[in-house]
Nanobody, 127 residues
């Protein structure tokens, strides 16, 4: 059974950091593209960062460039999102999803298209 489980969310003050984890089971990440997406109240889902696992090609939404970093660990079958210098507008529920045969940029452009997604983890940036 293909499954993705996120963790690492929480409440953090502006300027703080969090690292989100997305652990996969039931399949191996090696031939996939993994994306981190964000659901914010009153807004459509948006692609935050995506990575093609085989070659590490990555894509970042403009608002997070220079602050967030996506990485993968093939041994742990996991993808991470390191989030630094967090802002209130980063608040939302973050979830990861998986697709095959798609570039990172294309995956981030289509939040509703995926083979599977996790339930998400909440991030609140507030003082």
């Amino acid at each position: 059974q293909v499954q993705l489980v996120e963790s690492g969310g929480g409440l953090v003050q502006p300027g703080g950091s969090l690292t989100l984890s997305c652990v996969a089971s039931g399949f191996t990440l090696g031939d996939t593209t993994i994306g981190w997406f964000r659901q914010a109240p009153g807004k459509e889902d948006e692609g935050v960062s995506c990575i093609t696992v085989n070659d590490g090609e990555s894509y970042y939404q403009d608002s997070v460039k220079g602050r967030f970093a996506i990485s993968r660990d093939l041994v742990k079958n996991a993808v991470y999102l390191q989030m630094n210098r967090l802002k209130p507008e980063d608040t939302g529920r973050y979830y990861c999803s998986v697709r095959y045969d798609v570039a990172a940029r294309s995956m981030c452009a289509a939040p509703s298209v995926h083979v599977a997604r996790g339930p998400g983890t909440s991030v609140t940036v507030s003082s």
